[in-house]
């Protein structure tokens, strides 16, 4: 069975992505993407599969996976339906570890962490308790203390003695066969093209399928329609440009990010957000530093 493709949305001004989520969620299915995740799991137990590799995971479960390696974390809800918070999940494009080892030759441990990813590595108990309290932390932090956390994350897992690899060194992970998939080439002309002018009907004619089977299969792996998908990602990059561009008008970030109509975008980052643009940079102002 051929892994989807999950498409990593690290923000403008960031390094890397950090964020939590229950089960079921959408993206627990067996995938690949090419950054490397760190993946801690806070609660429930069940099985886990990382590229050749099926083992048995409870709370605390921490492990690294490399540049497109498949992966999934399938859970034993016994008689619950469902849990608000499962994972805490690191993601970080795969020169990040390299380029932080060139510039602090004291951290070339972490070059160390690359290679064993690229199998897929488990980390000792000792190492998941330190840790875990700097995944729960840094979700939520910002600017240098997200830095810091991370830094000291990677520090944590380098320092590891007792880490085990975990897919068969002869497991190679195959992006090129990966991509192949329909939904997977449409997820990536999304990403490609995710502030240009596309249909569903495009998207169905870059994967090879008809209209109606690729709606079904998109929603299938995405757990939404392609409208909804794309839009919320549109949203994601909004809040981005936002942030980072105050000076720049709301209506010109409607079209920057592939909004053909302001009506809409206002209307959709309402419902994504809860407030409106204008909003959401007026609070973006008041907890500004004031300038000493």
């Not at 890397?16 to 089960?23: L, P, V």
């Not at 799991?41 to 498949?70: C, K, M, R, W």
């Not at 932390?137 to 000291?152: D, M």
């Not at 994601?236 to 440009?241: F, K, M, T, V």
């Amino acid at each position: 069975m051929k892994p989807d493709l999950e498409v990593v949305q690290i923000g403008r001004g960031q390094s890397f992505t950090a964020w939590e989520h229950g089960y079921p969620f959408h993206t627990v299915r067996w995938h690949f993407h090419p950054e490397l995740e760190i993946h801690y799991v806070a609660a429930t137990s069940g099985h886990y599969y990382i590229g050749d590799f099926i083992g048995e995971f409870a709370p605390g479960n921490l492990v690294l996976t490399g540049p497109n390696l498949p992966h999934n974390w399938i859970s034993d809800l016994g008689d619950r339906s469902s849990v608000p918070l499962r994972s805490r999940v690191v993601q970080f494009p795969e020169d990040l570890l390299l380029r932080i080892a060139e510039l602090f030759p004291d951290t070339r441990g972490f070059s160390t962490l690359f290679e064993i990813s690229r199998r897929g590595a488990l980390f000792s108990e000792a190492c998941s308790r330190d840790s875990a309290p700097l995944l729960a932390e840094i979700v939520q932090a910002k600017g240098p203390r997200r830095a810091s956390l991370f830094l000291q994350i990677l520090a944590n897992l380098a320092a590891d003695a007792e880490v085990q690899t975990l897919a068969s060194d002869t497991y190679l992970p195959d992006p090129s066969g990966f991509m192949t998939a329909g939904v997977n080439k449409a997820l990536s002309f999304i990403n490609a093209n995710l502030t240009e002018d596309f249909s569903e009907e495009d998207l169905a004619a870059t994967a090879e399928m008809t209209p109606s089977a690729f709606s079904r299969s998109f929603r299938k792996h995405t757990g939404m329609g392609v409208v909804e998908y794309v839009n919320r990602h549109r949203i994601n990059l909004a809040c981005q440009l936002l942030m980072n561009e105050p000076e720049k008008p709301v209506t010109d970030i409607c079209f920057a990010v592939g909004f053909n109509n302001l009506s809409n975008f206002n209307r959709q980052f309402l419902r994504r957000k809860g407030m409106s643009p204008s909003r959401f940079r007026t609070l973006l102002e008041d907890n500004r530093p004031v300038a000493a």
